[in-house]
């Protein structure tokens, strides 16, 4: 399992994981694209499990919403205070997509 920072739910169907750079991952996608996410809501002490199929996208609509996305979140990082402030948010290349 591996922890995921910037996700977002699309739709009804859809959940975008921004900058799927792992090569491990790649390769596993290229080879099968079923998929699970594991979330937990930390205050409430629930896990849920999304299965779907995933694909990576590298251009186009969707990859023009991830970077307004992440701009939005670099913004915010500025603008909270310096202890609250959360991991460094690098540049993404590309958004995993997940859709049920």
Same mark, same amino acid.
């Given at each position: ?6 996700v977002e739910v699309l739709d009804d169907s859809t959940i ?18 079923? *998929? ?19 694909? *990576?996208?590298?251009?186009? /609509?969707?990859? /023009?919403?991830?970077? /307004?996305? *992440? ?9 909270a205070p310096r202890g609250n402030r959360e991991g460094k ?12």
């Amino acid at each position: 399992m591996v922890p995921v920072g910037l996700v977002e739910v699309l739709d009804d169907s859809t959940i975008a994981i921004v900058d799927v750079r792992m090569d491990k991952t790649r390769k596993n996608l290229a080879e099968n694209d079923n *998929v699970a996410l594991a979330v937990t809501d930390v205050n409430r002490l629930v896990g849920y499990q999304f299965k779907g199929k995933a694909y *990576v996208v590298s251009e186009g /609509e969707i990859m /023009e919403w991830a970077k /307004e996305f *992440v701009k939005r979140k670099q913004e915010r990082r500025r603008e909270a205070p310096r202890g609250n402030r959360e991991g460094k948010i690098a540049r993404r290349k590309d958004v995993g997509v997940i859709t049920s």
